[in-house]
């Protein structure tokens, strides 16, 4: 099992920036890779961006390219996620996701909201 948890979420202006952090705890050995996804009210969830836990190779959503930024700090298990340029339709629930395996992400955490006023 891995466990997930989120922080760094809050509420700012159009055109700012924040960093939204995720401490993995468990048994994050057989972390393959992670990922954040969002989902804004009456909408589906949404994959943002992914990074290889070994590579750190990432991938990203096209409409958060060029504003948001993946990394990830191996020996502290944390996943970051920078998000800059931000626009009121980034207002959503941003969530942490890990996988142990190439396919469905087997853990998620709770959620931090992020609310970008205009």
């Known amino acids: 099992q891995v466990q997930l948890v989120e922080s760094g979420g809050g509420l700012v202006q159009a055109g700012g920036s924040l960093t939204l952090s995720c401490a993995a705890s468990g048994r994050t050995a057989d972390t393959y890779s992670m990922g954040w996804f969002r989902q804004a009210p009456g909408k589906e969830r949404e994959f943002v961006a992914t990074i290889s836990w070994t590579t750190g190779s990432t991938y990203y959503n096209d409409f958060v390219k060029g504003r948001f930024t993946i990394s990830r700090d191996n020996a502290n298990n944390t996943v970051y996620l920078t998000m800059n340029t931000l626009k009121p339709e980034d207002t959503a629930v941003y969530s942490c996701?890990?996988?142990?395996?190439?396919?469905?992400?087997?853990?998620w955490g709770q959620g931090t909201q992020v609310t970008v006023s205009s």
């Open positions: 996701a890990a996988r142990v395996r190439a396919g469905a992400f087997n853990y």
